[in-house]
């Protein structure tokens, strides 16, 4: 940004009238916290929020093989005690958290690892959403 206000990307003067504020604070975060709180994980089963390419198996995988990897290389340094803490931000539909934990709990079935040895903390933006992943977890244990 130079000193005239303008940033590389974008000029703020383009959009007159509009002040430029934090983006929690804008129309546009008060919009899409309403959207999300009265759709819940139907944002994400209809389509309309497109999650594929951050929710997919490949990525979950690849994740859980790098956190599992670090876990096993904090072992070789010395016995871990305290657990390596995943946190998911923004969950949204639990697709992510499905696969990566899928992974990660067949890498510890197939090593000396312990399950225990991990704990994953999965926050969302609405309790509809997380509700709906309780539920789902719920059903498929």
């Not at 940004?1 to 007159?16: I, N, R, S």
């Not at 804008?26 to 309309?48: H, K, M, N, T």
């Not at 890498?107 to 000396?112: F, I, N, V, Y």
Request: hydrophobic letters at 35%; a neutral charge.
């Amino acid at each position: 940004m130079d000193e005239t206000g303008k940033h590389e990307y974008f000029d703020p003067h383009e959009f007159p009238g509009r002040a430029w504020e934090v983006f929690s604070r804008s129309p546009l975060w008060a919009l899409q916290e309403r959207y999300f709180a009265e759709s819940g994980i139907e944002a994400w089963r209809q389509g309309a929020v497109p999650h594929y390419i951050t929710s997919n198996p490949t990525l979950a995988n690849s994740y859980a093989e790098i956190i599992f990897a670090a876990r096993r290389d904090q072992e070789r340094l010395g016995p871990g005690k305290e657990p390596v803490y995943v946190c998911e931000l923004g969950a949204g539909s639990g697709r992510f958290a499905f696969h990566f934990l899928k992974r990660l709990t067949r890498l510890c079935e197939q090593s000396s690892v312990a399950p225990g040895a991990f704990r994953y903390v999965l926050a969302c933006w609405t309790s509809r959403c997380l509700t709906s992943i309780n539920q789902m977890n719920s059903t498929c244990n």
